[in-house]
Nanobody, 122 residues
Framework: QVQLVESGGGLVQAGGSLRLSCAASGGTITNYPMGWFRQAPGKEREFVAGISWGGSSTKYIDSVKGRFTVSRDNAKNTVYLQMNSLKPEDTAVYYC???????????????WGQGTQVTVSS
């Protein structure tokens, strides 16, 4: 089974930027749409951004539109999330996962990686 490892999180001031990476091992994600999710303390995990297998189609939640950009490099078996103009409300653990081709936002499998912590200070 493909394992996904998220990295790139950290502590940043409001207005700052981070670039998250999601590296796959044990298999390829080239043929799968992928998504980023996040879970803030005391809240349920929510969808953030999704991308088609070829990268031509993307989807975002309203609160990150214009600030976050999802991309992928299939040659590197990696998906990215560029996060700009970060806000304290973006603080969460960020995860990546396969998403369903029907909507590019519903998780396509039940297993999750460890995620990467993003903390935005005000």
């Amino acid at each position: 089974q493909v394992q996904l490892v998220e990295s790139g999180g950290g502590l940043v001031q409001a207005g700052g930027s981070l670039r998250l990476s999601c590296a796959a091992s044990g298999g390829t994600i080239t043929n799968y749409p992928m998504g980023w999710f996040r879970q803030a303390p005391g809240k349920e995990r929510e969808f953030v951004a999704g991308i088609s297998w070829g990268g031509s189609s993307t989807k975002y939640i309203d609160s990150v539109k214009g600030r976050f950009t999802v991309s992928r490099d299939n040659a590197k078996n990696t998906v990215y999330l560029q996060m700009n103009s970060l806000k304290p409300e973006d603080t969460a653990v960020y995860y990546c996962n396969v998403v369903r081709v029907t909507d590019y936002r519903t998780p396509g499998r039940d297993s999750w990686g460890q995620g990467t912590q993003v903390t935005v200070s005000s």
